[in-house]
């Protein structure tokens, strides 16, 4: 087994088998860069072993990433007892940094597993492959995906609550925020299951569908198939992905967001965020705007309104981040919070209190 | 050249200069079945030297199609002095009819190429592949694509006028009133250019990128570079694909709305269609609900408005189509017509008007 991609059953349940993870950030040990890295030191913490950086080594998670506590920094392999390496981070348009080819070599000639989010695909490189066949080590890319099937447009299992995550923008912390409110539910009693449609939103769950890989053609159909093999859940939270207006990837929004035809949406945005991240000439819109653009467009498919609004308030002050909420509170007649500084509460007694409404 | 995809110029450049057309319906000559071969007769009329299909030979392509005049359909190559066999149907998901195999390998063996807008990709299957090789024929896919630029959201040359089609539903003749607009511009002595998005468009202009086969991060910014492409001319009519409600497409439709940028809408329905397209539980949206979604969801990224309606009144009686068309222009305000039944001038009219209110 040389190759696998996210759409076999086997692979998907290979990634949430791993609890001797090292995560590779070699070179990239920034919060800009090591995104991946990050939310895999706060969603999977009992299962890292260690990142491997080696200009950072000696060093601990918490110093280089303000998360993972103790975790160390290493400069090798070597006595880590590793069973799988997880490229950390999504640099350059998903390429391979170049110093990284002979650490991922060492890995699976030592017969350690490679887990990637990369668009270029590690399992079709030769080198790669031939030397994960003779060590019989695993490659696993998780964008790879061979998704064929259109939406049928048939509706879901009536007492399944689909809540979706979108945004005034890309990179804004959907999956965190659809992260929280699944574990707050979780927490108290509920059937509540994270639906990943991005490769970290992957790696942590061990199950998705790489949503912005698959041919437009099938991008409804692969949301909608995705949906229906966790209809069996009382509450999804599925992951959004780029933004309604965004002038790059709004194709991937919106087959996602006609694919999953949630009841519910969580709308996010970051605080002081003033352009498209990425094109610095194109503005946001106003949050008006959107949240009427993701109502209306939803409703094409399956009614769903806006039942809160997560901000993200990682670049301003405490003082600053309760006044924004609440003006935005007052503004909109919404729960709003910061996951991270407030809590998912709000946001999980909404996703409540609209099944009650629905009558589930 | 065993090879070649659209993205190559050269394949793009080499699909406008046959000039001695077969057209492969073998087994599939029905109106239902043989849309592409129907359009490339419309509209390349003087390339074509025959239709190819054993069943119905020693008919003509009127007989068959209600179109193409005196065409015959013919049994085999012998005698024709093709220069290029085009694949005339998209049927079961475009895949290949298992009869069509040898036909194609006659093709190939005589030296000539042979054009496919299937799914499945001819160039990859190796028997044809090594068959072209041999004998110095092209196989052309249409549908290849190797599209990875994301969108800029750069604006377009400000002299460039982008006219959309845009639809209640697919199928039902957004590329035909492209193309009939186009022609009555150019009739006009205006330099409009029509700007394919489909595999029978690009079969018929020789440019165009097959946009429901590009990958979904990608969707945005190639339609974005196909536009950019051709804004030296004054006008484009860029053909739509999908529906912004269909459950199935609406990732492609608004991917090319937001890349394409256009500043005018033509919306497009069939008269007495109910339901979606292959999607009979899926009812039609009202064209006002329709109209709202189309105007708000393209102004996220460029003012748009939706400047006429196309109606497709193949269905009904002339008498029912002229009531149809005097109830829609009185309901919307807007110029109506089929572009068959009474000419696409209304159309292209309002195309002029919208470039004198733009001040262009």
């Known amino acids: 087994m040389d190759t696998l991609s996210t759409d076999s059953s086997d692979s998907q349940k290979r990634i949430s088998t791993y609890r001797r993870i090292v995560l590779l950030t070699e070179g990239f040990s920034t919060p ?99 030397t994960s066949r003779q060590n019989d080590s695993c490659i696993i890319d998780v964008r790879k995906n061979n998704e064929k099937v259109t939406s049928t447009g048939e509706g879901f299992r009536s007492d399944c609550l689909r809540i979706h995550t979108v945004g005034q923008d890309c ?24 639906v990943a449609t991005g490769q970290t939103g992957i790696m942590i769950s061990g199950d998705g569908v790489p949503i912005d890989c698959v041919v437009s053609d099938f991008v409804n159909g692969a949301s909608e198939a995705l949906v229906r093999r966790n209809e069996s859940h009382d ?9 309604i ?37 194109v503005p946001l819109l106003p949050h008006r705007t959107m949240i009427d653009a993701y109502q209306a467009t939803a409703s094409l498919r399956h009614p769903a309104r806006v039942i809160g609004i997560a901000m993200n308030s990682r670049n301003v002050s405490p003082e600053e981040a309760d006044a924004e909420r609440q003006r935005i509170e007052q503004e909109f007649g919404l729960p709003v919070c910061d996951v991270y500084r407030h809590g998912a509460a709000p946001l999980a007694d909404a996703v409540l209190r609209l099944r009650k409404e629905l009558g589930q």
Chains 1, 2 share one sequence.
């Open 171 to 194: 990179s804004l912390g959907k999956m965190v925020v659809s992260l929280e409110v699944q574990r707050e539910l979780v927490a108290r009693g509920e059937d509540a299951q994270f």
């Open 245 to 281: 207006s965004h002038p790059s990837f709004s194709a991937v929004t919106l087959g996602l967001l006609h694919g999953a035809a949630p009841d519910g949406l969580i709308y996010c945005y970051e605080v002081g965020r003033e352009t498209v991240k990425g094109l610095d000439n």
């Open 32 to 130: 800009f860069y090591a995104k991946t890295a990050m939310s895999m030191l706060l969603y999977r913490r009992d299962d890292i072993v260690a990142i491997l950086d080696s200009c950072e080594s000696g060093k601990s998670a918490q110093q280089l990433f303000c998360v993972g506590d103790s975790t160390p920094v290493v400069a090798s392999l070597d006595g880590l007892d590793a069973d799988a390496v997880f490229l950390g981070t999504a640099v350059a348009g998903g390429k391979l940094p170049g110093s990284w080819r002979s650490i991922i070599l060492d890995a699976l000639a030592r017969g350690i597993d490679v887990v990637s989010g990369m668009h270029d695909f590690l399992s079709e490189d030769p080198e790669f492959s031939l």
């Open 235 to 243: 509450i999804l939270l599925i992951e959004g992905q780029g933004s």
